[in-house]
């Protein structure tokens, strides 16, 4: 069983800048690291994911360009930096894991959401205009 907590989540202007954190435990044989978003009333959207086989990101066109999925292996840390943060960032925003790779090693990787079976609790993020 992997357990995922996320942090960093916070209030800021857009054009802001944040750091998501998301500590994994429990790593054993995980294949895909990937966050996810969320706002009431909306379906859950894929963010960043990546295949910590080849250490290869994947990103949403919506975050293209301002955001970065990184892990850090010896803290067992996965991280999305987000840059010119705008109000249509504003979610909560979730950490996955799961051990099959097929999940995030090809371009469909959006499509696993609902698929996911470790999840952390979120972490929330407002942009404010």
């Known amino acids: 069983q992997v357990q995922l907590a996320e942090s960093g989540g916070d209030s800021v202007q857009a054009g802001g800048s944040l750091r998501l954190s998301c500590a994994v435990s429990?790593?054993?044989?995980?294949?895909?690291l990937v966050w996810f978003r969320q706002t009431p009333g909306k379906q859950r959207e894929g963010v960043a994911v990546?295949?910590?086989?080849?250490?290869?990101?994947q990103y949403a066109d919506s975050v293209m360009g301002r955001f970065t999925i990184s892990q850090h292996n010896t803290e067992n840390t996965l991280f999305l930096y987000m840059n010119s943060l705008k109000p249509s960032d504003t979610a909560m925003y979730y950490c996955a894991a799961d051990r099959r790779r097929g999940f995030c090693n090809s371009d469909a990787w959006t499509s696993y959401t609902a698929k996911y079976t470790s999840w952390g609790r979120g972490t929330q993020v407002t942009v404010s205009a």
């Open positions: 429990g790593t054993i044989n995980v294949a895909c």
């Open positions: 990546i295949d910590t086989v080849q250490g290869r990101p």
